[in-house]
């Protein structure tokens, strides 16, 4: 599989080592990806079966809240000639310090196959920690606005980890552990927001509805990226 | 371990950072305002 993104010599180190690998399960893919992905299907399976099919749907709510962000990830890394905002390079980058590990599959220049599956994963979870009553209040405030800041700053701290251990990079001086509140407000309260509203529709229609208006959404952000080599 | 830039010597993708942020922080405004939707109570408040 060919990648889109252009190489350019402007690109970091980093950046260039995870050009190598993207899309390309020749060199990448591991077999652990296959019990995950049964994993996955166990859980979507069970909560459909249980009717939690609103949960599900917050699922792939966040899953394509999260994918809204691969994109323009993507993006910014092609038109700086610069680097992504975030990137998940191969492990043993000569010169960079990264740990070993390395993804089955990069998806996108910062996006690889167990992101995606966790994100999916987390989206039902996060859900069905939610009290029943939407109204109810937690510390004063309501319940789904209390949970949303929670796991968002729980999320940041494990990105910010994640960072540290560096298999997360970040090249941007805006987007460092020194400044986490844009992680928090850009990268995850979006997240958090998208799975919940999903999740309280008052009908499972309008919930499909909005999961359909976040698909459109990552639909145009693909065609654009393919049209311009920018993913 | 990074060479640290700041965007704002990208135009590009600095317009993309702003477009990308407007519509994260729409998701988060509609979400936002339905949950906090004045006129309806908690259970909890219903039952005072």
């Given at each position: ?7 350019k ?34 859980i979507?399976s ?25 994109i ?8 700086s ?103 928090w407000?850009?990268?995850?309260l979006p997240f958090?927001s ?17 999961v ?20 | ?45 219903k039952?005072d």
């Amino acid at each position: 599989m060919q990648t889109l993104l252009v190489y350019k010599e402007s690109y970091s180190e980093l950046t260039k080592a995870s050009l190598a690998v993207l899309r390309n399960p020749d060199a990448t893919m591991q077999w652990y990806i296959i019990p995950i992905l049964l994993i996955f299907i166990y859980i979507v399976s069970k909560e459909l079966s249980e009717g939690h099919v609103q949960a599900v749907l917050a699922g792939a709510a966040l899953w394509l809240v999260d994918i809204w962000n691969e994109i323009w990830n993507s993006y910014i890394c092609a038109v700086s000639g610069h680097a992504p905002v975030w990137g998940t390079p191969p492990g043993s980058v000569e010169g960079v310090g990264l740990a070993g590990q390395s993804s089955a599959f990069d998806i996108l220049i910062g996006y690889n196959i167990e992101i995606s599956f966790m994100f999916f994963i987390m989206g039902i979870a996060s859900c069905l920690m939610l009290p029943k009553d939407k109204k109810a209040k937690i510390l004063g405030i309501n319940n789904r606005v209390f949970f949303a800041l929670v796991m968002t700053t729980l999320c940041v701290c494990v990105e910010c980890f994640l960072n540290y251990a560096n298999v997360l990079t970040w090249e941007w001086s805006f987007w460092q552990r020194s400044c986490p509140w844009v992680l928090w407000i850009i990268g995850y309260l979006p997240f958090f927001s998208a799975a919940y509203y999903t999740y309280d529709r008052p009908t499972v229609k309008k919930s499909f509805k909005t999961v359909g208006c976040l698909a459109a959404l990552d639909i145009v952000g693909i065609i654009v990226g393919i049209c311009l080599n920018w993913i | 371990m990074s060479v640290i830039l700041n965007i704002a010597d990208y135009a590009g993708a600095l317009w993309i950072l702003i477009g990308a942020t407007v519509i994260d922080l729409t998701i988060v405004g509609v979400a936002f305002k339905d949950f906090l939707s004045k006129g309806e109570k908690s259970e909890e408040e219903k039952k005072d």
